[in-house]
């Protein structure tokens, strides 16, 4: 029997089946359209999407389940809570701040936004990926209207200090979105507290289905006035127009209330899982580096940079250990990751690294063999690397 072991879970995680058995009566028996409340299918579809609206409110800490609207993914949360917040906000400035290691979703929108007119200033990371809290309270001017800096990255796992750029927001009176989807059932988050005034997520990143996701939009201290994107016939409050997908939105409510109910245990297993990787990676390979933050992380994240090794090699060599080398999108173009660029890696070292990122369903069985594949692949690589061969000998 072939072993496959599936370690890029930041990519895409598999469905939990409690979740898909939750789902599963939304699809031929109770089937109403959640808009279609004049009978009782409809009004059954929508109950569920109360329940999950619920769901998803609590998981996050928000006030009130009319601040949760149902998208098809984290791409267009952010391209409602950055194009929309810009709509809503234009008359009182045209300046955005961001950071330079955000996912293409966040970056793309406001590059966008750039090319109609508003300004765009993109905060540096340091070493570890984390922004620097008062260079952002410098780059605050009287036009700033939004503030986007996600919560965890998806290639290192970097945590940013949340509550503290929460802070700074709020004493500058400008508005603070955080892309959570690699965040959202991994760390403790919790909109109030942390200061957040939009915040999106995804379902296929957290166990539940792909093709739903979810945007938070504060209605209090203050409210956030978001235009929708989407226009028709007026679902989810004029924000989203469009029939609502009831058995992604039921997969999703399901998804965040097992993700959080579980949190402390299995984020305490997916870090000594990630950890223990590290550890018989590191113990069995010289030259290779973590690339993020040492402790700021997420429990199921390890990059590592494999120096003497190309990275794409690295991964046609084992095929059945899934893993990523730098983020989906940009290894099909096979740039180096922008993210590992601006940590200051070199082109070199940036194509030399793998993100290894775990799931509920890895064991440690997985583990070892990971280590085991892995390690020895690397050495076989090496012995047939002139460069390794020259830095041994001198
Ligand atoms: C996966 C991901 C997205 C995109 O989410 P979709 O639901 O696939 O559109 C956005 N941001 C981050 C940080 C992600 O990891």
Not at 120 to 125: A, D, H, I, S, Y
Not at 221 to 241: A, D, K, Q, Y
Not at 261 to 274: D, N
């Amino acid at each position: 029997m072939q072993l496959r072991v599936y370690l890029d879970n930041n990519a895409t995680t598999p469905c939990d089946p409690r979740v898909f058995e939750a789902m599963r009566p939304y699809f031929c028996e109770r089937f109403g359209n959640a808009a279609s409340n004049s009978h009782s299918f409809g009004r059954d579809a929508e109950e569920a999407v109360v329940k999950a609206r619920e769901q998803v409110a609590k998981a996050i800490g928000a006030g009130t389940a009319k601040e949760i609207v149902f998208t098809s993914g984290a791409t267009e949360s952010n391209n409602i809570a950055i194009k929309g917040t810009a709509a809503g906000y234009a008359d009182k400035g045209l300046h955005i701040i961001t950071q330079q290691t955000e996912h293409k979703a966040v970056i793309d929108p406001c590059w966008y936004l750039e090319q109609h007119g508003f300004r765009v200033t993109r905060l540096g990371v340091g070493r570890t990926g984390q922004i620097n809290p008062n260079e952002l309270d410098n780059a605050i001017a009287d036009d700033t209207i939004l503030v986007s800096i996600m919560t965890a990255n998806n290639e290192i796992g970097t945590l940013q200090p949340v509550a503290e750029i929460g802070r700074i927001c709020k004493s500058r009176g400008t508005l603070f979105h955080t892309d959570a989807t690699q965040a959202v059932g991994k760390i403790p988050i919790d909109v109030e507290s942390m200061g957040i005034d939009l915040l999106s997520l995804s379902g296929h990143k957290i166990h539940g289905p792909k093709g739903v996701g979810a945007l938070y939009i504060r209605r209090k201290n203050p409210r956030v006035h978001c235009e929708g994107i989407l226009h028709g016939g007026g679902h989810e409050r004029g924000m989203r127009s469009g029939t609502l997908n009831v058995p992604g939105i039921v997969g999703l409510g399901k998804a965040l209330e097992i993700a959080v109910a579980g949190m402390e245990a299995e984020s305490a297993r997916l870090t000594r899982l990630r950890d223990r990787l590290w550890e018989g990676l590191s113990s069995r390979l010289s030259d290779i580096f973590l690339n993020g933050h040492p402790t700021e992380r997420l429990p199921n994240t390890a990059n590592i940079s494999f120096r003497y090794i190309e990275g794409e090699s690295l991964i046609m060599g084992f095929g059945d250990v899934a893993v990523s080398s730098g983020s989906a999108c940009s290894s099909a173009l096979l740039e180096p990751s922008y993210v590992l660029r601006a940590l200051g890696l070199s082109d070199e070292l940036a194509h030399s690294s793998i993100r290894f990122s775990l799931g509920r369903f890895n064991t440690p069985e997985d583990i070892e063999y990971a280590i085991e594949r892995v390690s020895t692949r690397v050495a076989k690589l090496r012995e047939m690397n002139p460069l390794y061969e020259m830095a041994q000998e001198s």
